[in-house]
């Protein structure tokens, strides 16, 4: 694993035809945590904390693979994916998100992410999800049977707003008729919890 989010370590692939992977998350704990479980599934794992990092990585990378978090501290991992549909192709991208919603899970699979998947997520998850693009499985992991709370469509209504506006607060609350840190407030709420 190579560790781009504090300072630079590495550890050997797992084998010597190991499959190249940049793993983009700013929670340090859940990155090291899944880096070395895909390290011992047989991936050679770069680690970024944030787009910045990621771009930088970007030129000198053959990645096959990429685990990008949605929601980082400089901007959304969304905005790392066209650019590494247009430097390599084939590579197989999972987005992550903490935030799930179904606006952002089309607008990643539209964008050229092989799958989307909800967090908490463990390794053999984005294993599978790495391959759903060659069975014939949803792009987007299942939602739950039960309908959604009025609160949580709001969240993703306002997700949905924030986007359109670039993700300027300040725009999205004069959209929405909202005083900015209503809207601040109601953003800092985690999808879990609603």
Request: glycine share 6%; aromatic share 4%.
């Amino acid at each position: 694993m190579r560790d781009h989010a504090a300072a630079p370590s590495a550890l050997q692939p797992t084998s010597p035809t190991a499959a190249e992977l940049l793993l983009v998350d700013d929670d340090p704990v859940f990155g090291r945590v899944l880096a070395t479980a895909l390290g011992r599934r047989g991936f050679q794992v770069t680690l970024a904390a944030s787009v910045a990092q990621a771009r930088e990585l970007l030129p000198q990378l053959r990645v096959s693979h990429a685990v990008l978090d949605l929601r980082l501290p400089d901007g959304s991992g969304l905005e790392l994916v066209p650019l590494l549909r247009e430097r390599l192709p084939q590579v197989r991208i999972v987005v992550l998100s903490g935030y799930a919603s179904i606006p952002t899970a089309i607008d990643a699979i539209k964008l050229g992410a092989t799958y989307y998947l909800a967090k908490p997520v463990d390794a053999d998850a984005v294993v599978r999800a790495f391959d759903a693009g060659d069975a014939a499985l949803p792009a987007i992991s299942p939602l739950p049977a039960e309908p959604p709370s009025v609160r949580r469509v709001e969240w993703e209504h306002l997700q949905r707003v924030l986007k359109d506006c670039d993700g300027n607060v300040s725009a999205a609350a004069r959209a929405l008729r909202m005083h900015r840190r209503t809207l601040q407030r109601k953003l800092g709420k985690r999808s879990g919890s609603l």
